[in-house]
Every structure is written in structure tokens, then in C-alpha cells.
């Protein structure tokens, strides 16, 4: 599912590295994105909903969103009578299959100029070495989309029985309040948490840390935390068990980052906290992702940057496809093709090792359509880079 933007231009050039470390496999290409919005209506066709339920592994590019009404005047005119309103095609997939668990992995790759540094007591620096995996729940709490500004009646009658809703907003007339909830449930919180405990065992992480805020949030974070507790005491005993609030773990990430190991979760902290260290070990040309249902062995795998509309114009494409790369390697561990998997990991590592090829990112230009004159590799010569090392 190449989607839209530098999508496509990513997702092909890590087919050809699969190609090259010897991963056989018949691609069919999924409709995804908002080419499917403008022409369609619906920028998640059925057509790749079963296409998906079928063949179980997708690796996708990245997809454009835009806001209400811009996503109303780019409809087909004949389209623009029924009513349709967009949604996000990757939300709606997460959604359909239940893709509930989400991973993204930030380590440190030796030699990446974009390593993040830190000054030592004598003045020196030190680059401290990240390799942290975030697992994310990736379909409830505040991104469940379960929202309303001016609430119907029920929901507002139903708040209005809080003693704190009615101290805090009783005065407010209906009309001027939003509301975004935030639910959990044992079953989903309790598949995260698994899945958190299980890596970490599975990968030699010594620790789990959920990162909530339970002091403040008691119900849903607190219930996380209680239940994390319950699965490392009787299930994991092995592992430590760390909590953090969101705050300040956006702090601690930038002084001792080394620290952490496994990291787990809600929806929308867990998106904040892995962009925080994706930030240190690169930013978004490395930041890569899987999701997935362990029950139904549906997997999709993504980078985590989005379709970067303003560089697919470009006539020589000059985006990172590591972060898409990576992704494509965290579905060949899924699907336990852990040995091509590491043969490409290196690949990747030796090429950022040797530092002759990088793109503009990692030579930290502005992204013109002339970085390529100016040394920086393209989207393909860094996937040749890595071909040649494989
Ligand atoms: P973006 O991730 O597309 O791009 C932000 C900036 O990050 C780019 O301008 C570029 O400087 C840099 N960047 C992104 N990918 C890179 C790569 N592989 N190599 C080097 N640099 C890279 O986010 P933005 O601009 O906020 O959103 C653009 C569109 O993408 C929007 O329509 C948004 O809704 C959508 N989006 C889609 C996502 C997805 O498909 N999962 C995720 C995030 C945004
Ligand atoms: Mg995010």
C-alpha cells in the first residue's frame, strides 16, 4: 500500500532491498490514500480491505490528510452531494482489524550524524547509546474518536452526574463544551501490556516502563499501572517494572535515555513518547513502525513520517527510505524471517557506519530539490547503498 506523497517513492525502494537480501515474495499492490478520497469517496476501498484479509502483511508508504473542508472541496463535484465525510484510512484500518498493538523501536545507529549528544562534566561530549521499543495501544483512549462538541443531551445528563463535572463545568452552558474521551479497556490494556512484557523477555530488555500519568489520571492510567503489576508479578518476574508519568519521561529521555528499554503505553502517549526518542536517534527518515492483531496475524507495517506532500513533486526523490525499510524489516521478524531481517539491519548500520552515502536529512540541509547536486544521496542511491552492502 505505497498511499500517497513520498509513499510510493519510499515503498519501492524497499522492495528492491527485500529483493536483493533474497526475501521472495508476490507483492499486490493495495488503493490507499487520498487519490481514493478525491476519486472515490473513500480512501480505504473494500477492494483493499479484503485484499488485506486475504494476504494478512502490508507494508504501507504513508497517506495525506487535510482538514474538513479542504477534504470536502478536492471530492469529485458528482460525489460532493452525498454527504461523505473523511476519515483517516490508516485509523479506519487499525479500527477494521483490531490492529491493536502498535511497536515502534528507536535505537541508535553508529555513525548517523543525527545521533543525539550529550555534554559530559568536563566539557566533552558523549553520545549515549537508545535502543528503546515503544508499544503503543493502538486503538482506544483518546483516540477512540468517541468526541462531541455541544454533547447531546444523555451525554451531557450523564456528566452532570460527576460531582467534579458539575464543580468544574456546571456553569458552562452545553453548547460551548467539547469533550474527547479517553477509554480503556481491561482487554485491550491488557494485550499491550503483554505484548510490552513478552518483548522484553523475548529481546533481553531488563525493563518495562509504562508511561501514563496515574497520579492524575487515575482511573485509565491507574488502571494500566495496576494491571502491569499484576502481569510482572505473576507472569514476568524477571523483568522490572517502571512507571513514569508522560512529563517528565519527556524529560528523562533527553538526560538518560539509555536507560530505558521497553516502553508501554496509551494511544496518544504513546505516539508523544515515540516521537521523542525517534527524535533522538534520527528523527522521521528512521523512525519505523508495525501494527498489528497477534490474533489474527494481520500486520501492517509503516515508517512513521507521513507523505511529505512537498518533496513528491520532485523529479529525483530525496527522502530517507531507512525509516521505511526498517518497517519492512520489523514484518519479516513477524513473519520470522529474523535472518533476512538481520541481514539488512547490517546492511543498513554499515552504509550509516561508513557515513559516504546520506541523505539530506543526515546532512542536515533543507530538503530542496537540489540537495542531490549539493552531495546529498537520493531516495535510491541510499537503497543501492544499502544493496551493495547486502
Ligand atoms: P510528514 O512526516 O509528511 O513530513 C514532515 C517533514 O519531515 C517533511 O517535510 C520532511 O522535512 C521530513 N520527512 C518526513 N519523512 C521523511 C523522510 N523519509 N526522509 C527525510 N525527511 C522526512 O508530516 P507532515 O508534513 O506533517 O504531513 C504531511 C501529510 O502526511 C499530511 O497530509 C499528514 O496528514 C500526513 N501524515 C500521514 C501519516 C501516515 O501516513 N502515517 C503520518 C503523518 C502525517
Ligand atoms: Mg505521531
Same mark, same amino acid.
Not at 476501498?45 to 495525506?64: V, W
Not at 548517523?112 to 549528544?117: A, G, R, V
Not at 498489528?292 to 530525496?318: C, L, Q, R
Given at each position: 500500500?505505497?498511499?500517497? %506523497?513520498?509513499?510510493?517513492?519510499?515503498?519501492?525502494?524497499? !522492495?528492491? =532491498?527485500?529483493?536483493?537480501?533474497?526475501?521472495?515474495?508476490?507483492?499486490?499492490? %493495495?488503493?490507499?490514500?487520498?487519490?481514493?478520497?478525491?476519486?472515490?469517496?473513500?480512501?480505504?476501498?473494500?477492494?483493499?480491505?479484503?485484499?488485506?484479509?486475504?494476504?494478512?502483511?502490508?507494508?504501507?508508504?504513508?497517506?495525506? #490528510?487535510?482538514?474538513?473542508?479542504?477534504?470536502?472541496?478536492?471530492?469529485?463535484?458528482?460525489?460532493?452531494?452525498?454527504?461523505?465525510? +473523511?476519515? @483517516?484510512?490508516?485509523? %479506519?484500518?487499525?479500527?477494521?482489524? %483490531?490492529?491493536?498493538?502498535?511497536?515502534?523501536?528507536?535505537?541508535? +545507529?553508529?555513525?548517523?550524524?543525527?545521533?543525539?549528544?550529550?555534554?559530559?562534566?568536563?566539557?566533552?561530549?558523549?553520545?549515549?547509546?537508545?535502543? =528503546?521499543?515503544?508499544?503503543? &495501544? /493502538?486503538?482506544?483512549?483518546?483516540?477512540?474518536?468517541?468526541?462531541?462538541?455541544?454533547?447531546?443531551?444523555?451525554? +451531557?445528563?450523564?456528566?452532570?452526574?460527576?460531582?467534579?463535572?458539575?464543580?468544574?463545568?456546571?456553569?458552562?452552558?452545553? #453548547?460551548?463544551?467539547?469533550?474527547?474521551?479517553?477509554?480503556?479497556?481491561?482487554?485491550?490494556?491488557?494485550?499491550?501490556?503483554?505484548?510490552?512484557?513478552?518483548?522484553?523477555?523475548? *529481546?533481553? *530488555?531488563?525493563?518495562?516502563?509504562?508511561?501514563?500519568?496515574?497520579?492524575?489520571?487515575?482511573?485509565?492510567?491507574?488502571?494500566?499501572?495496576?494491571?502491569?503489576?499484576?502481569?510482572? @508479578?505473576?507472569?514476568?518476574?524477571?523483568?522490572?517494572?517502571?512507571?513514569? /508519568?508522560?512529563?517528565?519521561?519527556?524529560?528523562?529521555?533527553?538526560?538518560?535515555?539509555?536507560?530505558?528499554?521497553?516502553?508501554?503505553?496509551? /494511544?496518544?502517549?504513546?505516539?508523544?513518547? #515515540?516521537?521523542?526518542?525517534?527524535?533522538?536517534?534520527?528523527?522521521?527518515?528512521? $523512525?519505523?513502525?508495525? &501494527?498489528?492483531?497477534?490474533?489474527?496475524? !494481520?500486520?501492517?507495517?509503516?515508517?512513521?513520517?507521513?507523505?511529505?506532500?512537498?518533496?513528491?513533486?520532485?523529479?529525483?526523490?530525496?527522502?530517507?527510505?531507512?525509516?521505511?525499510?526498517? #518497517?519492512?524489516?520489523?514484518?519479516?521478524?513477524?513473519?520470522?524471517?529474523?535472518?533476512?531481517?538481520?541481514?539488512?539491519?547490517?546492511?543498513?548500520?554499515?552504509?550509516?557506519?561508513?557515513?559516504? =552515502?546520506?541523505?539530506?536529512?543526515?546532512?542536515?540541509?533543507?530538503?530542496?530539490?537540489?540537495?542531490?547536486?549539493?552531495? $546529498?544521496?537520493?531516495?535510491?542511491?541510499?537503497?543501492?547503498?544499502?544493496?551493495?552492502?547486502?
Amino acid at each position: 500500500m505505497p498511499g500517497d %506523497g513520498i509513499g510510493k517513492a519510499v515503498l519501492d525502494e524497499t !522492495i528492491r =532491498v527485500l529483493e536483493a537480501a533474497g526475501f521472495e515474495a508476490d507483492y499486490v499492490e %493495495g488503493d490507499i490514500g487520498w487519490e481514493f478520497w478525491k476519486t472515490e469517496g473513500n480512501p480505504l476501498p473494500d477492494r483493499t480491505i479484503d485484499l488485506l484479509e486475504k494476504h494478512k502483511i502490508a507494508l504501507f508508504g504513508a497517506i495525506t #490528510s487535510k482538514p474538513k473542508d479542504a477534504a470536502f472541496a478536492e471530492l469529485a463535484p458528482e460525489l460532493q452531494a452525498k454527504g461523505l465525510v +473523511y476519515s @483517516s484510512p490508516i485509523v %479506519g484500518l487499525r479500527q477494521h482489524f %483490531g490492529l491493536d498493538i502498535c511497536m515502534r523501536p528507536c535505537h541508535t +545507529y553508529k555513525g548517523n550524524p543525527l545521533n543525539f549528544i550529550r555534554r559530559t562534566a568536563d566539557n566533552g561530549f558523549e553520545e549515549p547509546l537508545v535502543d =528503546v521499543v515503544i508499544f503503543r &495501544q /493502538n486503538t482506544e483512549g483518546l483516540y477512540g474518536g468517541v468526541e462531541w462538541s455541544d454533547p447531546p443531551q444523555q451525554v +451531557y445528563d450523564a456528566l452532570m452526574t460527576h460531582p467534579k463535572f458539575v464543580k468544574n463545568f456546571g456553569d458552562t452552558p452545553k #453548547s460551548e463544551i467539547s469533550v474527547s474521551t479517553r477509554i480503556f479497556t481491561k482487554r485491550a490494556t491488557e494485550r499491550i501490556l503483554r505484548a510490552a512484557f513478552a518483548h522484553a523477555r523475548q *529481546y533481553g *530488555y531488563k525493563s518495562v516502563t509504562v508511561c501514563e500519568k496515574p497520579n492524575v489520571i487515575r482511573e485509565t492510567s491507574g488502571m494500566m499501572f495496576k494491571m502491569a503489576q499484576q502481569i510482572q @508479578s505473576a507472569e514476568f518476574p524477571e523483568i522490572e517494572l517502571w512507571n513514569t /508519568n508522560i512529563d517528565a519521561q519527556m524529560m528523562w529521555l533527553t538526560k538518560n535515555p539509555e536507560d530505558y528499554g521497553v516502553i508501554v503505553a496509551g /494511544n496518544m502517549f504513546g505516539d508523544i513518547v #515515540s516521537d521523542g526518542f525517534a527524535g533522538l536517534i534520527g528523527g522521521l527518515g528512521f $523512525a519505523c513502525s508495525a &501494527q498489528f492483531n497477534p490474533d489474527t496475524g !494481520i500486520g501492517v507495517f509503516e515508517p512513521t513520517h507521513g507523505s511529505a506532500p512537498k518533496y513528491a513533486g520532485y523529479e529525483v526523490s530525496i527522502v530517507n527510505p531507512i525509516a521505511m525499510i526498517e #518497517s519492512a524489516c520489523m514484518m519479516l521478524d513477524f513473519i520470522k524471517e529474523n535472518k533476512i531481517a538481520a541481514k539488512i539491519r547490517k546492511a543498513v548500520a554499515d552504509v550509516i557506519a561508513e557515513g559516504k =552515502v546520506r541523505t539530506y536529512d543526515m546532512m542536515k540541509m533543507r530538503g530542496t530539490a537540489d540537495v542531490v547536486k549539493k552531495g $546529498a544521496a537520493s531516495t535510491s542511491e541510499m537503497a543501492d547503498a544499502v544493496i551493495g552492502k547486502l
